[in-house]
């Protein structure tokens, strides 16, 4: 046991996330789940993020998208949270035109109803060096599917359902080896539950009494994936805090 006391300030709150090392993923890509959790670990207040995000997790949460080849996000959130495309400051753009990147990442929903509003700016504004991607399956309905190709980079990823790890090899082929889930709590489930989760970094509100929403949800049957803490900060009584899945070493 080791008691953690508050250590040097740090300049950056991004820094310590842009010096991991993501180049040697486990499979095709990294992919790193950010969340924000009440003490309890709820996910959301009256169906919406909003109150549970406090002001440094809020920062934190526009400037993560940064290290992103592609945010990856279920349509639920997108849904209920009204998601528009990624927007970066001017020197976030920067950082990742001289990286070769291009300026946003793109958003990429994972649906298989395709209910979703294909005139909204989530779909409609997103550069064209970004566009929004819709992660499907065979199920789909063919309409709401043709409704999609005309806005959107569709993504076929499975029949019933999206598989995740069909998901993610396809978002490899097309060069998008970050990837980065801000949930919600099912699809990342689904990512814990396929073994995909490679990274967490979660944030602790310091409330209680939001919905009955865990993280993540997974799954009946899935096993227990276990992580290592990695890095712990604080500001204003808000803990980021940051894993890796445990990688067992061969015996
Ligand atoms: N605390 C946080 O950091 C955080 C982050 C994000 C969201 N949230 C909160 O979480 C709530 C929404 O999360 P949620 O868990 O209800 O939903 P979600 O994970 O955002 O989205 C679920 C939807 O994603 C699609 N999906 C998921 N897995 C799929 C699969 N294997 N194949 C095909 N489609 C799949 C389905 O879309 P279709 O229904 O279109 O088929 C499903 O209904 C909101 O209250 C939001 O505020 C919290």
Redesign the pocket.
Known sequence: MHELRRGAEVPDALAPYLDVDRSRPRHECWVAGH???GLDGT??VG???GS?STGPDQALFRRMRQLADIVL?????VR??GYGPVRLAEEAQEWRRVRGLSPTPPLAV??????LDWDAAVFREAPADARTHVIT?AAADSQRLARAEGVATVVMAGDE??EPEAALRALAGLGRRVVLC???????G?LVAADRLDELCLSLSPLMGGDP?P?A?TPPGAGLAEFDLMGAMSEEHTLFLRYERKVRQPT
Do not use: K, Q
């Open positions: 969340m924000v959790a996910a959301a169906g919406r993020v549970l996000v279920g349509a639920e959130t209920r949270e994972v649906s298989r109803s395709l209910n399956c359902r999206v801000e949930g919600g709590p099912t699809w990342l689904e929403l993280v949800v």
